[in-house]
Structures are given as structure tokens and as C-alpha cells.
């Protein structure tokens, strides 16, 4: 398809089902966007220097408490679940994806998860239950696997999604205005090599000139209504 073609909206929605549904090795990359339908603000202002570090986590942690995965996290599974979604790098520290049903062998938290604490020299990663040990079994420090604002992203889980993002036939950006680096950088990464770029989000992105194919619709909208095409062409 020739970028900057006018087509419909159905006519997209066909459209990104027929790349997903051909695809061999498909990618999804989320930013806050795909949870704000499960009623999560965008958080990305809480995220300046400025606002220190106890600040950010109060913010999270009262507004993640009580949310639950909508139409959007959903689709995703179903796609993972017919085998098409082979990874999924996510920004977001909701914990949405895992309790929607992603494998956690499918999964890259660039950012952290709030619910989750990680092993500083192996990654091994611990559920933040009461009798959570301090030390992990190689013998390094268990703490929280949320990244705060300066920090290095956690390398194994970096290295994982390049690997996938530089293999996959198409790549699918879901609430990302991609802003936020190094993360912003892996679609770009994807598209390099190959794959077909497809952006669903409300409000511009730096890479809008990129894409294959552009939604500025909300995401459970438009990923529940290509999932259900693609499932009723399976």
C-alpha cells in the first residue's frame, strides 16, 4: 500500500488483519495508551525529574489497584492465543498484560512492573508477596523491577526486544507516542528491517511518517475489531 493513500477505516481494519494474520513473526510494542481504557491516566507527566521518586510511586500504585485489563490487553491474548503474536514489548508498569494472560516467556516490561521485584544480577524476577525473600538464589539483591527516571532499562529484557524487533515481519505500535527513548527507537529498529509498521494511537508520534498503516482511533476499538476479522478468517 502506497503511504499517504486515503483508505477507510473498515478498509484499514481488513487491511491490518490480512498483514497480521500472513505475518510469521509479529511484534507489539504498548505505551500507556492501550490502558487507558481500563480507566489508567497517561502517566507519562509524572515521569520528569523534577517529581521525585516516592511521588511517582504513590501516583502509580493508587491508581493501579483497582484496575482490570480491557478489550485491548484481551486482544492481544487472543492473538497469542491462535499462535500469530510472537512478542510483546510493553512500557507500562500496570502489571495488565500479565494478568490478561500474556506469557511471561512472551513479554518484555522495558520499564518494570509494579507488582513485580527483580533480581539485580541474574533478572530472575519475584511476585511482591509478604514472604518474598531479600536475596535471590544466585545471591544477588531482590528489589523492585520498576525503573526509575535515569536508570539503565534492564538489559536482558532491552536485548530480548531488539533481537525480536529486528525479526519481525510486522510490528505493531498500540498508545505510544514513542517519545520516550530507548524504547521509541525499536519500531524504527523493525522497520529497518523489513517489517511493516502499524500505529494505533491517539495524537501524533515521531515515527507517524513511517508507518505503514496509521489509526488514530482508541486502541481496544481498533484491535478488538482486527482481531475479530482475523479470527473469522481462521
Known amino acids: ?57 504513590k501516583a502509580l500504585a493508587k491508581n493501579v489497584k483497582n484496575v482490570k485489563p480491557n478489550t485491548g490487553h484481551t486482544a492481544l491474548v487472543r492473538l497469542q492465543n491462535h499462535n500469530i503474536l510472537k512478542f510483546l514489548i510493553s512500557q507500562n508498569l500496570d502489571n495488565l498484560h500479565l494478568e490478561s494472560g500474556i506469557h511471561e516467556s512472551l513479554i518484555a516490561e522495558l520499564h518494570g512492573n509494579l507488582s513485580l521485584a527483580r533480581c539485580q544480577e541474574c533478572g530472575k524476577k519475584y511476585r511482591k508477596t509478604w514472604d518474598r525473600p531479600s536475596t535471590c538464589s544466585c545471591g544477588g539483591k531482590i528489589k523492585s ?25 510486522v510490528f505493531l505500535v498500540i498508545g505510544s507516542s514513542l517519545i520516550t527513548q530507548p524504547a521509541g527507537r525499536l519500531p524504527m529498529i523493525a522497520k529497518n528491517n523489513g517489517a511493516k509498521l502499524i500505529i494505533i ?12 498503516l496509521r489509526f488514530d482511533e482508541d486502541s481496544g476499538v481498533v484491535l478488538e475489531a482486527v482481531v475479530n476479522k482475523i479470527e473469522s478468517l481462521i
Open 1 to 57: 500500500m502506497e503511504r499517504g493513500t486515503y483508505i477507510s477505516y473498515k478498509e484499514k481494519i481488513n487491511t491490518a488483519a490480512d498483514w497480521i494474520i500472513s505475518s510469521k513473526h509479529l511484534v507489539a510494542f504498548t505505551g500507556a495508551g492501550i490502558s487507558t481504557d481500563s480507566g489508567l491516566p497517561d502517566f507519562r507527566g509524572i515521569w520528569s525529574p523534577e517529581i521525585d521518586t516516592a511521588t511517582r510511586y
Open 145 to 169: 523491577s520498576v525503573i526509575k527516571f535515569g536508570d539503565n532499562l534492564p538489559k536482558q529484557e532491552l536485548e530480548l526486544s531488539i533481537t525480536h524487533s529486528k525479526q519481525s515481519d
Open 201 to 212: 494511537n491517539r495524537g501524533k508520534t515521531h515515527l507517524d511518517h513511517l508507518a505503514d
